[in-house]
């Protein structure tokens, strides 16, 4: 369940404190909510790490909950493809938000507008329907993102 995911992270970002640095974690810059999992004996995965760092913890988090609040949760097409399904966005991100601050999610949330935009740095159709999409429907999905996180912050 999403809050088991959330749950998850947020151990991991307790128990990877750097020894002799109480406010720094040694985690992988791949940490994210779709990079972990269970197998059938219920051990904890985490896959497609990414190389380790040691940041402070608060900003491990924000980049956490920013993959989090950024991440389709539903198969089923519909709205969710603007705006997150909250309920399940709730169960991942609440446990990790203790970790970090709204500004700090917001700062994360800016960065990885900048970096979709530009992404697309290649030519052709392909390329102009990825721009065009990030302009129109794109904006849509970035305010409704937005929107959860100050939600989530105000509803503690």
Request: glycine content about 8%.
């Amino acid at each position: 369940t999403a809050s088991r995911v959330g749950a998850a992270l947020a151990g991991i970002l307790e128990t990877r404190t750097v020894p002799g640095q109480p406010d720094d974690v040694a985690v992988w810059k791949g940490l994210d909510p779709k990079n972990i999992g269970w197998g059938k004996d219920g051990r904890l995965w985490v896959f497609d790490f990414g190389p380790p760092s040691v940041i402070p913890r608060a900003d491990a988090a924000a980049r956490v909950m920013a993959a989090g609040l950024l991440s389709r949760w539903v198969a089923r097409p519909g709205r969710h493809v603007i705006s997150p399904e909250r309920s399940i966005l709730r169960g991942v991100c609440e446990p990790i938000a203790d970790y970090t601050t709204l500004a700090a999610v917001e700062t994360e949330l800016r960065h990885h507008k900048q970096l979709r935009m530009r992404e697309p740095q290649r030519r052709g159709l392909a390329a102009t329907a990825t721009r065009l999409g990030l302009r129109t429907l794109g904006r849509v999905h970035w305010a409704a993102v937005q929107r959860e996180a100050r939600r989530l912050y105000a509803d503690r």
